[in-house]
């Protein structure tokens, strides 16, 4: 997005007048269009709040189960924000903020109720005297909530993720035989020591990556079910669901795109470990019972590019740029190197990282090319119906949670030469999909 010089006024008329609203200068190049900064605002804000109105629609569609016991059909929409404190999520907070005071300015009831929360990666992942309660991200986002007080803010720990039940913990290697926690030692330096334990035993960067970004969504999910939401909201503009098409596709894991991309339910399986209650049976042998159900996941910018957003952040007021942090707008994907942009060795580059640095020269030159990628996955049919079986037809991974193609993983195994029964790979590898097994495998 271009900010063009103002124009100059000749006898009183604009001489380069906005192409939407013909009553004020065009100071924006939107989309091949001339545009003031309201009409620019505005067309963001329409992006997002059509898809909000569709995902009201599907939240409250017939035969879909209330979000928690608890709920009723009278109870308001309650939707759960995953922050990660970068320009896609900020941008996304701001404009459902400003739909549910737009909606009480008219004397009608909030629209939705929200939850936000950021899943702090960098206090998990820092040395065990550091205090949670001191980390950056737990600073800026009390920045966010005194800007947006009607809302709830949580920050939560990543290590938060090992008393979840949505993974098969037997298929990660190093979390079943963790070293015994002292007794002196706080839950979250426990956590903390576990993450380590387990990011250390992964062999590139471009796995960590791939299943610290797993981990982060298990942890949403998590908290949008335990907050008896009915929908999960992710930041992902058109740009980010171009780059997690084409990572996701090179890892291995195209058949889970339509889940992945795609706006609707996305499968969420609970494990149930034989002799124990608890996820933390991890070094369990035997193979856990599972049962499985459904969160919606929306991505309400999915039609707003990310240089968009960026150039929508400037526009606020105050701009949103005094609140955003200096990570990256995917923080994920660099968290693990500190967030360098140098790049010292190619090796050092996760598959994310390649996709961000590759998207951000064609959304400049060629945005349309971008839009593509996103609008042909969205076009991808999920072939099980957001089944929750179990068995054989509906059988789910044991990391990732989507559905598995037993054929297809047959194929990249034998198109890359690989033995099934590589002694590498651990006996357990059959419950996971080809992409997590060479995530956490190598």
């Not at 926690?181 to 706080?186: I, R």
Request: charged letters at 20%; one cysteine or more.
């Amino acid at each position: 997005m271009d900010e063009v010089p103002k124009p100059a006024v000749a006898g009183g008329s604009l001489v380069r007048p906005c192409t939407k609203c013909r009553a004020q200068e065009a100071t924006l190049d939107s989309r091949s269009h001339a545009v003031c900064r309201d009409c620019f605002a505005k067309f963001i804000s329409t992006k997002c709040i059509k898809q909000i109105a569709i995902l009201g629609k599907e939240a409250r569609a017939p035969g879909r189960p209330p979000a928690a016991s608890n709920s009723t059909s009278a109870s308001p929409r309650r939707y759960l924000l995953g922050l990660s404190l970068g320009v896609s999520s900020s941008v996304l907070l701001h404009l459902l903020n400003e739909n549910v005071e737009f909606q009480l300015a008219k004397g009608r009831n909030a629209p939705f109720e929200l939850t936000v929360v950021h899943v702090d990666v960098s206090s998990s992942l820092v040395p065990t005297s550091t205090s949670i309660s001191t980390a950056p991200a737990a600073v800026t986002l009390e920045k966010y909530r005194q800007r947006y007080p009607r809302f709830g803010f949580q920050c939560v720990p990543l290590g938060a993720v090992f008393g979840l039940r949505t993974v098969d913990w037997s298929t990660l290697p190093g979390v079943q035989n963790t070293t015994p926690a002292s007794p002196l030692q706080d839950q979250h330096q426990q956590q903390g020591q576990k993450l380590r334990q387990l990011f250390d035993g992964l062999a590139s960067a471009a796995a960590r990556t791939d299943v610290l970004r797993l981990l982060v969504r298990h942890v949403l999910v998590a908290a949008a079910r335990d907050g008896g939401c009915q929908a999960l909201l992710l930041g992902h503009s058109t740009t980010a669901l171009a780059e997690l098409t084409l990572a996701e596709a090179a890892k291995g894991r195209g058949f889970a795109l339509p889940w992945l991309i795609n706006d609707g339910p996305l499968p969420v399986v609970e494990y149930e470990y034989h002799g124990s209650g608890t996820a933390a049976a991890a070094g369990n042998s035997d193979s856990p019972a599972a049962t499985a159900t459904s969160m919606l996941v929306y991505h309400p910018l999915r039609d707003a590019l990310r240089k968009e957003l960026v150039t929508y952040a400037t526009l606020t007021s105050p701009p949103l740029t005094a609140l955003i942090s200096d990570a990256p707008d995917a923080p994920v994907a660099t968290s693990l190197s500190g967030g360098n942009a140098a790049v010292v060795s190619h090796k050092d580059l996760s598959i994310e990282e390649v996709m961000v640095r590759y998207f951000a020269e064609v959304e400049a030159n060629y945005a349309s090319v971008v839009a593509n990628v996103a609008r042909t996955t969205g076009k991808l049919v999920r072939l099980d119906n957001d089944g929750a079986g179990t068995g054989e037809e509906g059988a789910r991974c044991g990391l990732c949670g989507m559905p598995l193609d037993e054929q297809g993983d047959e194929r990249w195994r034998g198109e890359l030469g690989e033995a099934k029964d590589d002694q590498s790979l651990s006996s357990s590898s059959g419950r996971i999909c080809y992409g997590c097994e060479r995530s956490t495998r190598g």
